[in-house]
């Protein structure tokens, strides 16, 4: 796995069980994944993926910031990629995302490829004077997205874009009118085999995820079909393996519509470690690895997972355990080893149960004595 | 942890998820818990477990083989032992484990010190003319257990016994006569707080569990209740702490008799990995670092637990993982990472549902799978 972080880590419990060697080509020391890096290195270093990749089968990813150039490389010296670099490109690059999904007929918010303020000006006229600007490339948790009322409020994206000297465009996309945001995630195994597991409800902070409710509530029925058949198109359109994570708008007048992608293990799948029979980090070894996938249904009516986010002003999450887990037994904590730091993700709580409202209240309340 | 088998393993998911560092002093490289491996050393040795010792907040254990004066060696030191040595004790010496409990007035078989054949012979006469004679101290999984039905039967053992020179007796028992084996578990905090699972029905083959059905059928009311009274009456009576296995016959008179202890996470709780809320690894860890213990209910009607013993005549379990998961997707495969060897406990799988019938076959024919 290239990148140590908390997908990483998290993957370990699955790969412990299974009696699968993992192994973890980590950014740094004391990352989240520590427990199982074997090498620390620069994932953008083509000499030391290379040789990284040699001591493993497949190779697998905590993020999708690899490089083309380096994920060729890896096909060409033999070894596994999973997901491959040309499923890979949709996750990178936000542009060809928006149009490879045009071409697949699925539904997505109104977009344009735009070079310039002019661009953005027509776009806007276009779409009530109102749209979102994306950065194609970097950006996640909000970061590299902003919404605009203005043909110029993102000139200084556009300055960046010229002195990049690629020539490169942005992402405009129309500021679609949602109601709630949810996400479908899928397994597809390198031959084909692919699993999906319910649709989900998630719940946006300033543009972060702060809770997951699974199944999506209201959402049985057309919805949920509508959810699965959309990212079992995109996984197969594209040749996705491995997990993949489809975040949807559903709109006033309950359309679906593709937000983003992300090929790998994903926030909005957390629940799916006490929620699941099995989780999507034991789905996605067994994706990348072409074995025959596991079950994907529910352990629970409702399973909430919410995020703690930042963490207690002072001290360690594992301070707060002693009260915490008193008030709440049944309360899963996935703690990730990361320093507190604002606005940070370093870990979460799952919660199962009959009753949605005590689910939700349990799975904050828990959450909340982790936050100051 | 001192002892790198998969108990110890087995902790590891448990505390990457909750972001406690596990650090394991193995018997040799290569070990079932090499990924948290932090050194490798002679459990008997003084020195080699002191040193470890400083490397750590608290010592628990794998098995139960640390020899006393190591384990006050450890206290002295000021490191925290759970279970302590006091405890540990009863685990180590079958005697001094039946006196206990009988002081205790928790049922037990007939039982006595033996120090020759004649004591033998006079037992026999006394219980039907036969009995199980047991060797008090290094004996599990059926090893130093003999069913016997004649005051010579074991001489060799005597024999071994006056050659030690310290001037030890054999433990003789009635043979019970059963109806059927269950398992109680519980965890004791240091601070008193004690949780008990289910009481559960283990199926023995050759005198190594097989099986393990949760909860036990038919055991619902008295005989839950009286089994979880034991437990937590031995937990209390020689201050356990950490989770504590109490063996058990059912008796056609319907009576419980306490079989054997173990003080530390137990193959009779390993359907709890997937089968409650919180599972055996987990709570032994929140139990050994007195945090408040998690739930212990069942996720499912019926869990299944099958031992993989002994595993395939070639090759290793993971060959068998495509045709094992495509016909079994929603069971749970742990794998030891040993080498399969006959006999030999490699790994288990866990099943869980609403129909026992159902639950139990899907259980045995995925084990069947890895095993020739």
Redesign the interface.
Known sequence: MIGGGQLA??M??AA?????EIRVLAETDGMSAE??ASGVGDYRDRATVLAFAETVDVITFDHEHVPQEILHALLEQGTPVHPGPDALLYAQDKLLMRAKLSELGLPVPDWAAIENAEQLGEFLEAHGGRAVVKTPRGGYDGKGVRVVHAAHEVDDWFLALAEDGRGGALLVEELVEFTRELAQLVARRPSGEIAAWPVVETVQAGGVCSEVIAPAPHAAGRVADVAADIAITIAEGIGVTGVLAVELFETTDQRLLVNELAMRPHNSGHWS?DGS??SQFEQHL?AVLD?????T?T?DAWTVMVNILGGPASGS??DR??EA??AH??V??????KDPRPGRKI?HVNVGGDDLDDVTYQARAAAAFFQD
């Open positions: 880590r998290m370990i419990p412990v069980n299974l009696g699968i427990l199982a470690q029979t099995t067994r074995l025959p996938l596991g079950g249904g352990r999450l594992a355990y002693a887990f008193a037994p049944t899963k904590v996935h703690n990730y080893g870990g």
